[in-house]
């Protein structure tokens, strides 16, 4: 089988570090946040405190490591050290990206290391150093997800867990994302519940859990690198009722909730597989 690198990113390290030289940063994640728009986040927590509490026997009395791989501008470090007390650290292909998450965890004054490397060629002594590894919307890039999945476990210590998030856009999200801007579902390899859990024991690992998680999110769509122009303007003038609609089903979902997922209609997928341990 032939190997693969960051050269097989659908998306090229141009685009990302065009992207992080252009977007706004993510603002931190907020579990205790009051408004609506942190729901997502909200229901991401629930599930990242489920994982690792498996991760975390009680009797355990060191805290976890977590490496996040992708880690660009990364506001889920500062998460991970903040809520759940982890050591963390990031990797990242982008010099620009690499930099950004570094300087944002001193800015908290996080303690932590951020490497700028190929996530498919590990740094020696972060092979098997790690309890919990997690990547976020970075998998669904690569044509061959199990061999990306199975170079992001080289990083784990045996029994450690991988948490591997990505947009659902084998759904409705992703029908639109092709009408809307198709150069962005392009560079996305649409992947439901059961694909990453099949990938994930391809390359070896044990199944935690592989669901669907926040019931809609709109907000998944992305007109990046779209031109500007009257086109432009009409695609964003669909996509604004769509988010407020999402914000109208969190609402119902906090409120009176949970409104169930599905692979057609749920903003996002997430998979926890735990290494073998010997």
Not at 13 to 37: H, N
């Amino acid at each position: 089988m032939e190997a693969i690198s960051t050269a097989d990113d659908r998306a090229g390290k141009a685009y990302w570090d065009t992207a992080w030289g252009e977007e706004e940063w993510p603002p931190d994640i907020d579990p205790r946040a009051s408004r609506i728009w942190a729901h997502r986040d909200q229901v991401l927590h629930r599930e990242i405190q489920r994982i690792l509490e498996r991760a975390a026997p009680p009797h355990r009395s060191t805290a976890l490591s977590v490496l996040e791989l992708g880690c660009a501008r990364s506001a889920w470090l500062p998460y991970f050290a903040r809520e759940f007390g982890c050591r963390v650290a990031g990797l990242d292909y982008s010099e620009l990206g690499a930099r950004q998450a570094a300087e944002r965890l001193e800015t908290l004054g996080i303690p932590g290391e951020v490497r700028c490397a190929d996530l498919f060629a590990p740094p020696a002594d972060w092979i098997g150093a790690f309890d919990v590894v997690a990547w976020f919307g970075v998998a669904e890039h690569f044509e061959n997800t199990t061999q990306a999945i199975a170079a992001a476990a080289r990083y784990l210590r045996p029994g450690g867990t991988l948490i591997t998030e990505v947009p659902n856009l084998a759904g409705l999200n992703g029908w639109l994302q092709r009408v809307l801007h198709k150069p962005v579902y392009d560079i996305h390899v649409p992947l439901t519940a059961a694909d990453l859990a099949r990938f994930h024991e391809a390359a070896g690992l044990e199944i935690v859990s592989s669901r669907y998680l926040v019931p809609t999110d709109f907000g998944v769509i992305d007109l990046a690198g779209h031109p500007p122009g009257l086109w432009r303007d009409l695609k964003d003038r669909t996509l604004y009722p769509l988010r407020l609609l999402s914000g109208a089903v969190w609402w119902i979902d906090r409120r009176y909730g949970p409104i169930p997922t599905s692979r057609v209609t749920s903003g996002f997928v997430m998979t926890a597989a735990r290494a073998p341990i010997a």
